[in-house]
Structures are given as C-alpha cells and as structure tokens.
C-alpha cells in the first residue's frame, strides 16, 4: 500500500456483535485494500443477481425472489409479469405465498415498482377472483370483524430479504413513517386454511385495502392506473357471463360498496384505529403518504367522487340510483372543496343515465348547490357539465336553465369560470338539435366569442353586464378559438335560415391572425357548405376557400384533406367551371410532398363529381402529374385512384380506350419509374377485380415485354403482380388455362438473376420445371464458387446516359457509363433513396419452394444457414473487404 493512502477507517459498528477485528488481521485486509466483510457483501450482491437470473427456478420461487430483491428493476420486472406468472403457479400456493406479496408491491418505496404493478393488478386480482370460490369473511373463519368494509388492515413497506448466515448485516436505511392504511397493510387477515388438495376460500374483500392503498397514492399517475384497474374490474364482473350468480352477487357489492364507496368512509374508520395514529410532526416526505389520516380521508372521499363519475356509465341507472346517488347527496355539506369540484361533475355523468324524475328532484337541487358555490374551482366544474345536464332536459326546462346558467357563469367573477362558459356554448347550443329552437341569448353569447363586439344579427342588442362588460368574449384570445371551432355545430344547429345572422362574425373569423383559428375552419368550410346549400355556398364561401389556397401549409392541409367534399357543394355549373383550376391547386403545393399527397387521396371522390370527358380532359392529366411524382407515397396513392378511373369511364367507349391508351404509354417509358408505375396501375386493377378478358386484352402484352426489363425494380413489380395473378381463382390459378403470356412471363421471370425477382414466381412453376430449375441452379453455384467467377452485379438504367454491355460468361447486363465513369448507385439503391419518403415495398418471398431454396449469387462466398430458413438455405454473403 502507497505511504501516502489513507487507511481504510474501522467503524464502529465492525466491533459489535462478536465482530471485533485484531489488529494483524485489520493490517491483512487493509493490505488487501477493502475490508473482508465488505468483500462479503459484494459477492453476496452478486450472487442474488446470479440466482434471479436461474432458468431453473420454478414461478413460485421467482415470483418470491423478485419481489423480495434488493434491486428495483427486479421488482419492476415482477409487478409487470406477475399476472402471466401466476398462471403457472398453483392455486393453492398462489392465495397462501403470492397473495401477501402483492401488498410489498403496492406499497413499494419506489414510484416505478408502483407505477408497473397498479395497470396490471386487475388482471391478478381477476385471477384469483375467477379460480377460487369465494366466501364472505364471519366469525367463524376469520377472527376479529376484518369482513366490514370499515376495517381493512393494510401492510407496510416491503419487508427486507432474509440475511445469510454469518455475513454481519448492513446498516438499514431508516424507515419513514406511514399512512394508517398502509399500517394496516401489515395486518390483513389470513384467508382461512383449507386443504391443499382443494380450492381455497377467497374472501372478495381480500384486495380492498390493496386497491385503496393505490387508489390514495401521492403518484397521481398510479392512482390514475388504479383507477382505470377499477373500472375495468367492475366492467369485467358486471360483463362475465360464466361467474356463478351468488359469487357475482359478492364480487359486486365488494367493488362498488367496499372499493368504491368504500374509499370515501376512511374518517368512519378513525375511532377503530387510535392505536395507529399518525404522527404529523414527523418528517414524511415518503412514497405515497398523506399527511394525517383526516387528509387521507379527504382524499378518499374526492376519488370516491372520481370513481362514480367514471363508473356510471357501467353500473347503470338501478344501481347508481341505490347507491352512488346518496353518497353525492351528502357531498352538499361537504366542508373540502376540491371533494365538492369532483361532485359536481359527478352530477353531470349521473345526470346522462339516470331517469328524468331523479334528476329534477335529486340532481338539480345539488346542482344549484354547487353553481353558487363560494369556490370557482367548483363553480367551473358546474360549468362545464351544463350542456350534459340540459340535454336531458324537456324542451321547456332546457331553454330556462341553459339561458341561466349560461347567464350565471358568463358573468361570473372568475375568469376561469368565465371561459368555461365561452367553452360550452357551442356545445349547449347543439343541445337544440333538431328542434332548432334556440333561445336568442345563447346565441348572442356565442356571436360575443369571435372578433366582432358588436351584435351582428337582425335583432335588438342585448345588454347586461354578462355580455357587454364582463362577458364570455372579453379579451381573451382563445375565445376565436373556440368559435371557429364550435362553429359548424351552430350552424348546423340553426339551420341554413339563420346562416345571414352568422355570416359577419364568420367572416371576421376567417379574416383573424391565429392560424389555429383559420386551420379550425378551413377544415370545417364543407360541413358549413353542406348545411347552407350550393348558391350560398358559391356566394359567401368560395372566396373564403380560395383566400385559404394560398394561406399557410397548416391551413391549405385543412382544405385539402376535404376538397372533393367542398366541390361537391358547389352548383354544377361553377363546379365544372373550377376544374381546370385543380392543376393551379397543385402547383400551389409543389413545394409540400405530403400536401400533393392529400390531393392525390381526392382524386377517387373527385373523380365520381365529374362526367367521362371532364375525366379524361381535367381529372387524368392531374393523376398522370402525381404518378410522376418524385415521392413514392404520393405516386403509390396516385396509382390507388386508377381503379375508380376505369369504372367512372367505363360506359363512355371513347373515353374508356382513350384512359387505357394513356396507361399503357407507361409501359414504355424511357423511365424506369414509368414502367414500374405501369405495373402497379395493372396490379390495383386486379386488386378490385377487373374483368379478367378486359385485363387479357389490353395489358397482357405489355407486360409480357417488361419481363426481359433491364432493371430489377420493374422486374420485381412484374414478378409480384405475375403471382397475384396466378394466386387468385378468378383469374390464373388453375395453370391449364393460362394464357401463354402468363406462361412465359412465369419461366422468364423463374430464370431470373434475382432472387427477389424469382421469389414471387417460383411457386408457381409446374413441378418439373422447378425441380429442373432447382437443378440447373444449383450447379451454377456450385461452378461459380469453385472456379472463383465475378459477382454477378445489378444493372443501372439508362436514364442518365449509360449503356449496356454483355458479359461472356452469362447474360446479365452489366452497366458501362459512356464517359467511363464510375456508376455509384445500382437500380436498386436508387429505388431505396427515392422510397425514403415514402412506403416501403413488400418483403418478397423468404424462401422459394422446394428442398432446396435458391439463391442468387451476389460473391464469391457461399455460406450455408440452417437457422434463419425454412430448410437448409443456402445463404450467400460478401467477403470481407
């Protein structure tokens, strides 16, 4: 050891307990440089981590090990595979050693064990429920009253692993304090002992205090999770058709009276448990805990309000009637304001279930309650569930309390409550739907949202400090926001008579700065179109469609994602008198793929508007500009639209063989994205069933030429259309009536270089040519690897000026620039950049049928995989370079 090192120091804790070191033996271990018993402990770590990762350990033993482990991603890994786990674990052990250690999860001091364990407890807790019986807790099998749902024992933390025999243990770090619940954890009752050759009793309150415990958690993501648990249990218990009815009978009043109401009754346990009381001078800042026990109360009755809320709509109205709706009456007394905020919207959900005469003697009078509340928080909450509570409203009581309480929460103090109210108008508004009888006031709060102050509908002004001083539109910049958007939903509401009332603020709309506001209407311009009729629609919104053609990209992809939409809403005339304006439209999006894109997506909807010659003349030519795209995504949904082409000119036999005349000039094309364009427009033809003797007729020769193609992209597209063809019944399946050009195109493209190429034909041979094939093929790569010949290399096209040699020892092409410069890009590559944008090409066939699978020779290497194939592949790679 260095003279200047500092010796290691001796704690005291190393000379308690029988551990007292000489001084010689201190000197050989500071030699050593770390202490022996340190050295313990590290190897002691090492070994836990070694024997966690056994295969040899059965689900019990790693479902025991896990959640007893020191380290936190063991108990992650645990809490988020316990539920496949305990499947292979019996059931017997499950209840009496899996059981307990589902508390050490819930409770588990750190927040990602906790936050893996709370999405899947419902899962185990089904479990458990589905293959035990269950039995209610008495006295007679379990000691103490643990079976009411006031008294549930929870545990503590998780406790510590066991420590080996002779190894000093390490200092603990101290424990914090706990909730009373989680206290009580530490207690829960056993279940009562049966036999282990018969099914053990379960009692259904046997996972309360563990759903309470991740229902209170401080992690609002976990009590979150633990919510979502609990509705998918109640929505599985009420669902199962194959619980027994008794057990049913059980399992619900335990979720909903136990669990759910449960958790709002905590402080009814406080005078059973002062044994247990919480220590609030104490340092807590540990996981999970709430400061005292009557904030933990507190917060339980606020989840209780949450759970109703989201429960109603499952439980039904019978129950929720029995149940949920007396617990909300007591929340009118309640002194915790943010237990009174989730009552209120507790109101709303029951009020969209619960029959008409609950709702005016129970709900309503709550509901006024809460409106006038002294706290905004919970004023809002009344807000926001008005349009809920009014649509299940007479007529008569609907208009009434929809104008006083929009009144009411317009003109409120709180700006919160206030744009609350600008939120909801427009959905109170839609209330009236169909009836179209909407009191004027709501509309004129509604007109206030946009940047017109003034009233801009034929009627007298309204006054008052709701809508001109303090009003629901006053200043607020997201109050155009929520105009444009609920703007459709009005006019729909209204009716084309009143669109002349509307038309000022909805110009002003379309006119604002935001561009979320234009982006809102330039999506919804065809719905308003559809509602206000064609003439309307050509007087007051083909402007504002055009004025948004060259706006920004956010606001142009709006508009096109409904373009055929919006045409199709104009008169007949104006719409045959815009066609030609589309190639304009394009031009104006050349500088955005996916806005191209968009359009392309139209082309199918904008086709059916038109007849065959405004087709053929307007609709082609911008389809035939999009399958020349440079992105593939946009040529691909171009070449998708040809199928609706064809069936719109079909009848017109002029415009029909014109169409097919314009397809098939693809199939020369100096381009090799040409020709590939032309195969796939023939592969989405046979995709909807083109006429087999049509498809004969007029494509078949084409493409019986590409099959020689000097580019294995067109090659590849050949071969799979080719298989599709052959694959299908109403087409070439059965092999004795295949044409001769499928026929030769299948051996041409069988005796490719390329096994992509060959990959989509080879299952399609008759067998003696593909054993002849199989053959031929192998003994060329045989005499290819032993007499050491060049890889045979992939071709470039000639669209940049190269030409094309012939090699003496076979017959693939191989590229030569005419300036002698080196080609850096194959066909193939080229095809991989000009994809990047775009959708990938299908994976060809893995394997070719047969024994033995072929493979194209690419080196000089040949290696044989008997892992990644089917059968013995013969797999070639590149040697290294």
Not at 138 to 144: A, R
Not at 711 to 736: F, H, K, P, T
């Amino acid at each position: 050891m260095a003279e200047n090192q500092d010796p290691l120091p001796v704690r005291e804790e190393d000379l308690e307990d029988g551990n007292e070191l000489d001084s010689e033996d201190l000197l050989a271990e500071m030699a050593e440089g770390v202490p022996e018993h340190l050295s313990d402990v590290a190897a002691e770590e090492m070994e836990d981590e070694e024997l966690l990762l056994d295969d040899s350990l059965s689900p019990l033993e790693k479902i025991f090990l896990y959640v007893k482990s020191d380290l936190v991603f063991h108990r992650v890994f645990i809490a988020k595979e316990l539920p496949s786990l305990i499947r292979d674990v019996e059931i017997s052990e499950a209840v009496e050693y899996v059981l307990p250690l589902m508390n050490s999860l819930g409770t588990d001091p750190e927040d990602h064990v906790r936050e893996a364990f709370a999405p899947e407890v419902d899962k185990i807790i089904w479990f458990y429920y589905s293959h035990c019986p269950l039995r209610e807790n008495t006295s007679d099998n379990v000691q103490g009253d643990n079976g009411s749902i006031n008294s549930r024992p929870m545990t503590p933390q998780r406790p510590q692993t066991p420590q080996r025999p002779h190894t000093p243990q390490r200092p603990q770090t101290p424990q914090r304090p706990q909730t009373p619940i989680q206290q009580q954890l530490q207690q829960l009752p056993a279940q009562p002992q049966t036999p282990t050759s018969h099914l053990p009793y379960l009692s259904p309150a046997a996972f309360t205090p563990l759903l309470h415990a991740l229902l209170l958690d401080q992690n609002t993501s976990i009590a979150a999770a633990a919510q979502a648990a609990v509705q998918s249990l109640v929505e599985r218990i009420l669902e199962e058709p194959d619980v027994n009815p008794k057990e049913k009978e059980l399992l619900e009043r335990e979720t909903l009276e136990g669990v759910v109401l449960g958790i709002g009754k905590l402080d009814q346990e406080k005078a059973k448990r002062e044994d247990l009381e919480w220590d609030a001078d104490g340092d807590d800042t540990s996981v999970g805990a709430v400061a005292g026990g009557e904030e933990e109360a507190e917060l339980g009755r606020m989840t209780m309000m949450t759970l109703i809320s989201s429960l109603a709509p499952i439980v039904g109205p019978e129950k929720c009637a029995r149940l949920f709706v007396p617990e909300l009456d007591k929340m009118s007394d309640e002194p915790v304001f943010y237990v009174r905020k989730e009552a209120a919207l507790a109101v709303g959900s029951l009020a969209g279930i619960l029959p008409l005469d609950i709702i005016t003697s129970k709900l309503l009078p709550i509901y006024d309650h809460f409106s006038t509340d002294a706290i905004w928080h919970v004023r809002r909450s009344c807000c926001l569930v008005l349009a809920t509570i009014c649509s299940r409203l007479p007529e008569e009581m609907k208009a009434e309390r929809a104008v006083k309480g929009i009144e009411l929460f317009a003109g409120d103090v709180s700006r919160s409550v206030r744009s609350a109210a600008g939120e909801i108008i427009g959905e109170l508004i839609a209330t009236f739907h169909p009836n179209g009888k909407v009191p004027e006031s709501l509309v004129q709060h509604f007109l206030s949202l946009g940047p017109v102050r003034e009233s801009t509908i034929g009627i007298t002004n309204v006054t008052g400090s709701a809508y001109n001083n303090t009003g629901i539109g006053q200043r607020d910049p997201e109050r155009p926001v929520i105009c444009a958007y609920n703007f459709p939903a009005v006019v729909l509401t209204l009716g084309e008579s009143r669109w002349d009332d509307l038309k000022e603020t909805y110009f002003s709309l379309t006119r604002d700065m935001q561009i979320k506001v234009r982006r809102s209407l330039a999506c919804s311009l065809h719905e308003i179109a559809k509602v206000i009729g064609p003439s309307k629609t050509e007087r007051d919104l083909l402007s504002v469609f055009r004025s948004y053609l060259d706006d920004m990209d956010e606001v142009k992809s709006g508009l096109m994602e409904h373009l055929a939409d919006f045409i199709e809403c104009l008169p007949l005339n104006t719409r045959n008198d815009y066609l030609p304006s589309l190639n304009d439209v394009w031009d104006g999006v050349n500088h955005q793929w996916r806005l191209r894109d968009e359009i392309a997506k139209q082309l199918p909807a904008l086709c059916r508007l038109f007849n065959s010659q405004n087709v053929i003349n307007h609709i082609l030519p911008l389809t035939i500009r999009a399958i020349k795209d440079d992105v593939a995504s946009v040529r691909e949904t171009a070449v998708s639209s040809f199928p609706t082409l064809f069936q719109v000119v079909r009848n017109d036999e002029s415009c029909y063989n014109d169409m097919i005349k314009r397809v098939c000039e693809f199939a020369s094309d100096n381009k090799f994205r040409g020709r590939v364009v032309f195969v796939q427009i023939c592969n989405a033809l046979v995709s909807t069933d083109y006429p087999k003797e049509e498809f004969a007729r007029h494509f078949l020769n084409d493409l019986e030429k590409l099959a020689s193609d000097r580019v294995i992209n067109v090659r590849i597209a050949l071969a799979r259309l080719v298989g599709e063809l052959c694959r299908m019944e109403q087409y070439y399946q059965d092999s004795s009536s295949r044409p001769s050009q499928i026929n030769n195109m299948l051996r041409r493209l069988a005796d490719d270089t390329d096994v992509d190429v060959r990959g989509f034909v080879f299952l399609y041979l008759t067998p003696e040519e593909r054993s002849k094939f199989i053959s031929s093929t192998i003994q060329a790569m045989a005499e290819s690897a032993e007499n050491g010949l060049a890889p045979i290399s992939e071709e470039n096209d000639l669209d940049n000026g190269g030409s094309i040699t012939q090699e003496t020892h076979d017959s693939t092409p191989i590229m030569t620039n005419v300036n002698n410069e080196e080609k850096h890009d194959t066909e193939k590559s080229k095809e991989s950049r000009d994809m990047e944008n775009g959708r990938e090409n299908d994976d060809p066939l893995d394997a070719i049928m047969g024994e033995i699978p072929i493979a194209f020779i690419r080196s000089n290497v040949i290696e044989v995989d008997n892992n990644s194939r089917s059968s013995s592949s013969l797999m070639v790679s590149s040697p290294p370079p």
